[in-house]
């Protein structure tokens, strides 16, 4: 069986939660797009994992892949994996894979996605960890892989192949070329200890679903930061869609079982672009205090706004949802009112799906549907039957306007905190 799950708006949904909630039942989760600047996080048995780059199911049994349409900074990773040792989590090679195609992000990819976010009059508000720039250069064949970096020889050579275009593209932005030549013998030493996880991912997908395993792929960012149907410009630099799991990962579209959406129950965005949704206000303040929405990668404060279903009608077209987890719900208990956005006013017209373009995205007023909020405390409630009647009727509403099942309901961070519909 083959399940893909991503993120069905801009990211922080909580797949990391929910990846780690299914994770027990399957034999394998794979990453397949974007790098460390994905933060999920696991709260588990008291303790939270903040994760950037080692898939979600680390906690359980199953074998964790790194596919090649990711790119990753070997100094995170180790990072990280000395994070999880610290913790009593020992990920050997036996446990995790790193496929021999993953693309490297060096020095230089971080010190240009600065300095090009620096000059850029309109920001995009990037996570600054070089993501754009390496898979700039992995569209442009310049990339260094994981297998590059574990053989000191070719990891010269290709270097010294790359290194003068990149050396002057630094010069020419007022930045210090020597950034470029900075780590060579940290990114040696690393490929070296990385050198035994090194793997055919596809190969070990393929073989495994022929097995009649499971696989389960967890994608990273959110739909509307897709780098092709995103809210261009404000986007990562990845094709974050569920599809992108198949091209990531080297699997064929023949064979997905399942794909899962993972939304919250209202919206947040980090970074610049459009938001129609969007409350500075006591709303918005009450969804960042109560949902602590603040950024797993970089601390930065979430924005936050209403329910946007126009946007989810989009992500459920791009994604092709068999069903939703339906994250964060507790979080609007203690708010009055709640309202869903169920169309924009643009131009004088009621449209109920997103323009294409992010400046006309931006000039979108929301129309609202308002439903009644409900005071209870929801965390520790168990079943549907067990929720107020205004927040099952919220579920509802939401299930009957997307028209996708809602298979999974988060009523809060820790793994208990989840039920199925
Ligand atoms: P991801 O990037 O999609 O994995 O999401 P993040 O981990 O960046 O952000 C989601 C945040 O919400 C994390 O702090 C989670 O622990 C937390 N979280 C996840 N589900 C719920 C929930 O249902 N309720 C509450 N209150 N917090 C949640
Ligand atoms: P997870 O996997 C939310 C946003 C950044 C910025 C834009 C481009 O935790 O959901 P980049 O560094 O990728 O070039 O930045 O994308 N962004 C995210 N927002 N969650 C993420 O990951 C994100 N990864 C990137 O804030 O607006
Ligand atoms: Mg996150």
Redesign the pocket.
């Known amino acids: 069986m083959f399940t893909i799950i991503t993120?069905a708006q801009?990211?922080?949904?909580g797949?990391?939660k929910i990846v780690d909630m299914m994770a027990e039942q399957y034999d394998i989760v794979a990453r397949f797009q974007?790098?460390d600047?994905?933060?999920?996080?696991v709260v588990a048995d008291g303790k939270t994992y903040k994760l950037?780059l080692v898939p979600s199911g680390v906690l359980f049994d199953s074998r964790l892949l790194i596919g090649p349409g990711t790119v990753m900074n070997p100094e995170i990773l180790m990072k990280e994996l000395s994070m999880l040792a610290d913790n009593g989590v020992k990920v050997t090679p036996a446990k995790l894979g790193i496929d021999a195609k993953t693309s490297i992000i060096m020095p230089y990819h971080i010190a240009l996605?600065t300095l090009r976010e620096s000059k850029r009059a309109v920001k995009?508000?990037?996570?600054?960890?070089?993501?754009?720039f390496a898979y700039i250069d992995k569209v442009g064949r310049d990339e260094i892989q994981m297998a590059d970096i574990a053989d000191k020889k070719r990891f010269v050579k290709r270097l010294e192949e790359i290194a003068p275009q990149k050396e002057n593209a630094i010069k020419e932005m007022g930045g210090d070329p020597n950034i470029v030549r900075s780590k060579i013998d940290e990114y040696i030493e690393t490929g070296r200890k990385l050198k035994p996880y090194i793997t055919d991912v596809s190969r070990e997908i393929n073989l495994a679903l022929k097995d009649e395993k499971k696989v389960l792929a967890e994608?990273?960012?959110?739909t509307h930061?897709d780098i092709i149907h995103g809210t261009q410009k404000?986007?990562?630099?990845?094709s974050?869609v569920a599809g992108s799991a198949c091209a990531g990962l080297g699997v064929g579209p023949t064979k997905v079982d399942n794909v899962i959406g993972v939304i919250k129950a209202y919206i947040?965005?980090?970074?610049?672009?459009p938001l129609p949704t969007e409350q500075k206000n006591d709303v918005g303040e009450h969804l960042r205090e109560k949902g602590g929405e603040f950024?797993?990668?970089?601390g930065?404060p979430?924005r936050c706004g209403w329910f946007d279903l126009p946007l989810a009608k989009k992500s459920i077209n791009l994604n092709g949802y068999t069903g939703f987890a339906l994250t964060k719900l507790d979080v609007l208990g203690r708010l009055p009112m709640l309202k869903i956005c169920t169309g924009y006013e643009l131009d004088g017209k009621i449209i109920d799906y997103p323009p294409e373009s992010s400046d006309d995205l931006a000039r979108c007023k929301p129309v609202y549907t308002e439903v009644k909020g409900w005071d209870e405390d929801i965390s520790g409630v168990e079943t549907l039957d067990g929720l107020p009647d205004n927040a099952k009727e919220y579920i509802e509403l939401l299930e009957k306007l997307m028209e996708v099942h809602i298979e999974y309901i988060s009523v809060g961070p820790g793994r208990k905190q989840t039920f199925i519909k």
Not at 295 to 298: F, I, L, P, S, V
């Open positions: 993120g801009f990211g922080d949904e797949k990391g974007g790098g600047n994905a933060g999920h996080t950037h996605d995009i508000g990037t996570t600054n960890r070089g993501i754009g994608g990273a960012q959110g930061l404000f986007v990562t630099s990845s974050t947040t965005r980090v970074g610049e672009g950024g797993t990668t970089t930065r979430r």
